[in-house]
Structures are given as C-alpha cells and as structure tokens.
T-cell receptor, first 113, second 114 residues
Framework: SQKIEQNSEALNIQEGKTATLTCNYT??????LQWYRQDPGRGPVFLLL?????KEKRKERLKVTFDTTLKQSLFHITASQPADSATYLC????????????FGTGTRLTVIP | DAMVIQNPRYQVTQFGKPVTLSCSQT?????MYWYQQKSSQAPKLLFH???????NEADTPDNFQSRRPNTSFCFLDIRSPGLGDAAMYLC?????????????FGDGTRLSIL
C-alpha cells in the first residue's frame, strides 16, 4: 500500500496570496497523482491529474508539480479567493493498474477576505 | 447534466439492522467504486465493480457487500451495522480502469447508527 501525508490539517491564508499545499508519499512511485477538492458534506471533485513524466501541470489559477525524486507533489492556488476555501485531497493509484486510489487525509484551506 | 447520484443523503439505522445505500450514474462509466469516509479521515476504498466484475479490497469487512444489477446502479449493503460503521459513504465512477482516469463522486450518504 501507500502512505500519504499532506503537510498540514489546516492552512489559513489571506485573499490574493498563493496557497501551497504539499503531498508526500513514502512507498512506490505512482504512474500519476490526482488532486481533488472536497467541500463540507459533499463528495470530492476532481481538479488535476499529473503523470510521473510531467514536472508541472496548470489549469487556470491552479498549478501542480510532481517530483518523483522527492516523492512529493505541490499544489498551488494563485490569487486565492474565499471561494477556494475547502479541503484538498491528493490521491495516488495502487500498483494493480486498476485505478484504485489511496487518498490523503487532506488539507483544509481557509482563505481570509 | 451527467452525474453520480446517491440516495438517501442521510440514513439512520439501528445497531445490527441491515441497511442498503444506493448509487446511480448517468455517465455510462464502466467502473463504480464505494468508499467509506469517517470524520477528518481520507476516503477508504471498500470495493469496486468493473462492469460486472466485483473486486473487494483485502481489508473490507465481510459485513459489507455490494450489488451492481446494471451499468447505472450500484448498491452497498451493510448486513449488521455496528457503531464503528457510522461514516459518510461515497460512490464514484470512472470510465475504465488504468491510467489517467479521474473519478467522479456523488455527494455521499451519511450513515448514523443508533
């Protein structure tokens, strides 16, 4: 299996700043890594996928990096807004090739107006 | 809009009384997953169906069963719920297994045990 650690349970930042969330894994290097957003009482929503041969992926104000040497992914939200407040989960596949995901416990981001 | 729908959103059952949670999808995806998520914890995969093929995770208790009568519907049956089974149960789908497949989640059913 895979052990996944997300840097902190909670992160508070000021509106307009860049939020940086960390996801570290300890065992095998996955073929890809996914990030999801989860709002209270809702299911996770897929945001971005980055493959092992990609260093960086961007989507609007979101940027994800993937460093297989460090066994780490960083998730950035630039020009953060209060509407970005949510829990962000990273997820890695198992080794079966079946797309079964191991999730981290998430980082709860609060953007303060 | 194509989506994953879970019913009910909230379910209360008694200790030991069987309960069934349901999930339907309009995405026509091959794979359907069931996850258990306890408060402030990561979603934990219980099992998944690839079409009609059932795949159980090694540490999923026997108390949990699943049925998929057709592509669109999948059910989670808890035969004798214990207090430790109180959690949010999430259903998800993906187009197929393998790389590069995001999962699409429903909004979950929150199960309480009295």
């Amino acid at each position: 299996s895979q052990k996944i650690e997300q840097n902190s349970e909670a992160l508070n930042i000021q509106e307009g700043k860049t939020a940086t969330l960390t996801c570290n894994y300890t065992n095998y290097s996955p073929a890809y890594l996914q990030w999801y957003r989860q709002d209270p009482g809702r299911g996770p929503v897929f945001l971005l996928l980055i493959r092992e041969n990609e260093k960086e992926k961007r989507k609007e104000r979101l940027k994800v990096t993937f460093d297989t040497t460090l066994k780490q992914s960083l998730f950035h939200i630039t020009a953060s807004q209060p509407a970005d407040s949510a829990t962000y989960l990273c997820a890695l596949p198992d080794q079966t090739g079946a797309n079964n995901l191991f999730f981290g416990t998430g980082t709860r981001l609060t953007v303060i107006p | 809009d194509a989506m994953v729908i879970q019913n009910p959103r909230y379910q209360v059952t008694q200790f030991g009384k069987p309960v069934t949670l349901s999930c339907s999808q309009t995405l026509n995806h091959n794979v359907m997953y069931w996850y258990q998520q306890k408060s402030s914890q990561a979603p934990k995969l219980l099992f998944h169906y690839y079409d009609k093929d059932f795949n159980n995770e090694a540490d999923t208790p026997d108390n949990f069963q699943s049925r998929r009568p057709n592509t669109s519907f999948c059910f989670l049956d808890i035969r004798s719920p214990g207090l430790g089974d109180a959690a949010m149960y999430l259903c998800a789908t993906s187009r197929r297994t393998g790389n590069n497949q995001p999962q699409h989640f429903g909004d979950g059913t929150r199960l309480s045990i009295l």
